[in-house]
């Protein structure tokens, strides 16, 4: 059973940073993305990396978010700058394949629990 797991969420004020991880059981996988949904909103792509070092980000967290990982120890990293309030939601990784690059979470094969973000204003 792969288990995704993630952590680093939390409560910051507007401008404030924050730096999630998520850790993979075993490696199984070339691609993992971060995903989000708000209350009431649907599940969009944030941002997404292949083994390669390949990267993708949503039109809305370029140049505030980079996606990062430690293939030796099968964990992906998403450093938050500059939070904005309409950053508030859950926060998913996701671990799959080619899709994920294109932010589009039909890639995905496996989800971690997700974690919440919360930016006040």
């Known amino acids: 059973q792969v288990q995704l797991v993630e952590s680093g969420g939390g409560s910051v004020q507007t401008g404030g940073s924050l730096k999630l991880s998520c850790a993979v059981s075993?490696?199984?996988?070339?691609?993992m993305g971060w995903f989000r949904q708000a209350p009431g909103k649907e599940r969009e792509g944030v941002a997404a990396i292949s083994r390669g070092g390949s990267t993708a980000y949503a039109d809305s967290v370029k140049g505030r978010f980079t996606i990062s990982q430690d293939n030796g120890k099968n964990t992906a990293f998403l450093q938050m700058n500059s939070l904005k309030p309409e950053d508030t939601a859950m926060y998913y990784c996701a671990a799959g394949g080619a899709s994920l690059l294109r932010l589009d979470q039909r890639g995905a094969d496996y989800w971690g629990q997700g974690t919440q973000v919360t930016v006040s204003s």
């Open positions: 075993r490696y199984i996988y070339w691609y």
